[in-house]
T-cell receptor
Framework: AQKITQTQPGMFVQEKEAVTLDCTYD???????LFWYKQPSSGEMIFLIY??????QNATEGRYSLNFQKARKSANLVISASQLGDSAMYFC?????????????FGGGTRVLVKP | DAGVTQSPTHLIKTRGQQVTLRCSPK?????VSWYQQALGQGPQFIFQ???????QRGNFPDRFSGHQFPNYSSELNVNALLLGDSALYLC?????????????FGQGTRLTVV
């Protein structure tokens, strides 16, 4: 089974509007972390936001917020007030367990195109 | 403070050749992970190095090997290149690696095998 599923391959969003990117995950661990990264065409992965499995409140970082629904195993990213510079690929990723050396497992990504 | 730096940025190799990619981690980071990202897909974990040893490995053949130096920098070596090895190779560094550890990525090395 896929560990991280992003069901939206691509999305258009109007400038200044909000957009929600879906992410569902699969793990049997109690301890895990969920990450969102932005990848512009240059290739670098830029960290956006983190949510830990024990965090009771949804994470927020500026215009980015994470809608964490633990029972549904979903961690959707919300980008508010979209800007043209938000056009990029967005990846949801997870680290599992307490042991050291936990790799990041990525989803297939969602391409966002912001229209002026 | 320099972030994660990778070299070279682009590389073209012929099938069957060998290639070495390099990564310098962010200052203060001791753990380096390598990922392969094929076009249109998410990154796939290759392996992770900590204290100069391979600590975890993904589902990649032995043609992929690595090394970490005492200064925490790292190399990724790929032998007997195949056309399917064409991808963006990303290096990520962190301080330790548990479930809540943030990873910082370099800009990647784009490898084309012809």
């Amino acid at each position: 089974a896929q560990k991280i599923t992003q069901t939206q391959p691509g999305m258009f969003v109007q400038e200044k509007e909000a957009v929600t990117l879906d992410c569902t995950y699969d793990t049997s661990d109690q301890s895990y972390g969920l990450f969102w990264y932005k990848q512009p065409s240059s290739g670098e992965m830029i960290f956006l936001i983190y949510q830990g499995s024990y965090d009771e409140q949804n994470a927020t970082e500026g215009r980015y917020s994470l809608n964490f629904q633990k029972a549904r195993k979903s961690a959707n990213l919300v980008i508010s007030a979209s800007q043209l510079g938000d056009s990029a690929m967005y990846f949801c990723a997870m680290r599992e367990g307490q042991a050291a050396g936990n790799k990041l497992t990525f989803g297939g990504g969602t391409r966002v195109l912001v229209k002026p | 403070d320099a972030g994660v730096t990778q070299s070279p940025t682009h590389l073209i190799k012929t099938r069957g050749q060998q290639v070495t990619l390099r990564c310098s981690p962010k200052s203060g980071h001791d753990t380096v992970s390598w990922y392969q990202q094929a076009l249109g897909q998410g990154p796939q974990f290759i392996f992770q190095y900590y204290e100069e040893e391979e600590r975890q490995r993904g589902n990649f053949p032995d043609r992929f090997s690595g090394h970490q130096f005492p200064n925490y920098s790292s190399e990724l070596n790929v032998n007997a290149l195949l056309l399917g090895d064409s991808a963006l190779y990303l290096c990520a560094s962190s301080f330790g690696s548990t479930f809540n550890t943030e990873a910082f990525f370099g800009q990647g090395t784009r490898l084309t095998v012809v």
